[in-house]
């Protein structure tokens, strides 16, 4: 069975010398977010031995200090030469975060060219395990674990998919929750203020903005909302993806925004199109009443936002796609049905008109994301670093 998360396993105390394999900041893309976080706890339990970062490029961006190597995504040589890289250099083990969007040759095959040329123990972090994976992806999954001393998920079933579907060894599956921002519990009316939010209920999701987020369903369920809830308000935050801001524009915003005209909805709605930092966007998320994703993929196995959400201890509802119902299980919040606005409406003016319900829900989510604040996931990653390291040498 995965074990449920590393507790520290008093192995000893020592610094350990790790680089990281991932997109990373300024790009925007939850990647490249998480890995920044997950370094950066990392980093101040283990502050003699910092984190080297070794990014997946494919764009020109001005990247910090600690980035030392750059992979051109789609030109394999530049695999190689990281393999290399990582073997001379004095890391003792490799992080990778995997997603197939982020590795050259088809479905990122070209992770495999370079996994199998490191001589260094590896903890591949899966982001994306589909349910119905093509053979390729299917391949790629299964080799990627062979070569990895352990594989992390963020949610424990999906641990039984990596052995069913991908037979992967359940040995070597760990579970470490998706990282969130240790926040106090409350303050909502503090954060309103502050947005010049005062006296509004607040919905809000928070994206880099695509067809999949499903954000029409919560726009269409509006007008049935404001019936009950006349001051409600619902935040759109997030630029659109930049993957789909190449291949399309702004279709998609533009498509949201005539919709919630055509519903005379205008005043009830707001779209900020920023890509916030992280400070400003747990601000943000702290003023808002209720957090929603109307995620229309089924099988997403992780949604950063959704688990801040569940750190802040916000009252969250959710289209049941797998992430969503391991995280808002135990009335940690409150699941409809996927494209279904009607259901979503039913469901937000329960909230505002049961007020013992939402706190219920909120002091559950709050103390339910204890276990997945930054400090608490980077023990857990260090804890595992130590334990491979340790059994390398035995």
Known sequence: MAKKYLKNLELEERLIRSIYVASYIPRKCGIATFTKDLTNAINALNPRALAEIMVLNNNGYDYPWEVKFRINQDDLRTYIGAADYINDSSAEIVCLQHEFGLFGGKDGEYAISFLERIKKPIVTTFHTVKENPTPTQKEIIKRISLLSSAVVVMIESIADRLVKTYQ??????????????????????????????????????????????????????????????????????????????????????????????????????????????????????????????????????????????????????STPYIYAQEVLD????????????????????????????????????YDYGRIMTWPSVGLQYLDLFRLILRRAKA
């Open 330 to 365: 135990q009335n940690r919040g409150i699941l409809v049905p996927f494209r279904e606005s009607k259901s979503i409406s039913e469901a937000i003016i329960k909230i505002h008109s049961d007020q013992k319900f939402k706190s219920q829900i909120e002091r559950k989510a």
């Open 168 to 317: 992967v060894s359940r040995k070597k599956i760990v579970f470490v929750p998706h990282g969130v921002p240790d926040v106090p519990f409350g303050g909502t009316e503090f954060f309103k203020k502050q947005q010049k939010l005062r006296g509004k209920f607040v919905l809000g999701s928070i994206n880099l903005l695509s067809e999949n987020k499903g954000i029409e369903y919560a726009i269409e369920a509006i007008p049935e909302i404001v019936k009950k809830i006349p001051n409600f308000i619902y935040l759109i935050i997030g630029e659109t993806h930049p993957v789909v801001k190449t291949k399309k524009g702004e279709e998609y915003r533009h498509r949201l925004e005539k919709l919630v005209k055509n519903l005379k909805m205008t005043k009830h709605v707001k779209f900020i199109n920023s890509y916030l930092p992280l400070e400003e966007l747990v601000n943000y998320l702290r003023s808002l009443d209720i957090y929603i994703t109307p995620y229309l993929d089924p099988g997403q196995v992780a949604s950063g936002t959704l688990s801040y959400a569940v750190g802040a201890g916000k009252a969250c509802i």
